[in-house]
């Protein structure tokens, strides 16, 4: 496969959430990411979030789709673009980058401080050439 496309549908434990994806052997903190978030809620605000692969609460479903573009190259920086948000409370998108060279080959993907809850489905998918 050339891109990878992860798909998150459910709900978490708790309060609003952002969900993250961390690849590699990095660590968040440390790891080389950089990103561009935006979330649009009903009220009209925008706020910038740690979320690498969505946001989800506990009272609405929410979906989650990012790709990860040419996940296993070992000639350039590893970006993907993430789209997400229960349709009736906010919408959000995403630009991100991993600086390094090293193909994704271990995909964590977590909530920051909550669990998903009963039901929710992650689902990765390959993307052909």
């Not at 052997?25 to 690498?52: E, M, R």
């Not at 070992?74 to 090293?102: E, I, Y």
Request: some cysteine; overall charge negative.
């Amino acid at each position: 496969y050339r891109d990878l496309i992860l798909v998150i549908n459910g709900t978490l434990t708790s309060s609003a959430e952002s969900i993250c994806v961390q690849v590699g052997n990095g660590t968040i903190s440390t790891g080389g990411y950089s990103f561009v978030y935006v979330v649009n809620t009903i009220s009209g605000t925008a706020s910038p979030s740690f979320g690498l692969a969505g946001h989800a609460n506990s009272t609405e479903n929410s979906t989650s789709i990012t790709q990860f573009f040419d996940y296993s190259a070992t000639d350039k920086h590893k970006t993907w673009l993430g789209r997400r948000g229960p349709a009736n409370s906010f919408a959000g998108m995403d630009a991100s980058r991993w600086a390094s060279t090293v193909a994704i080959d271990i995909m964590k993907v977590f909530p920051e401080n909550y669990a998903f809850a009963a039901g929710t489905t992650l689902s990765l998918y390959g993307i052909e050439a």
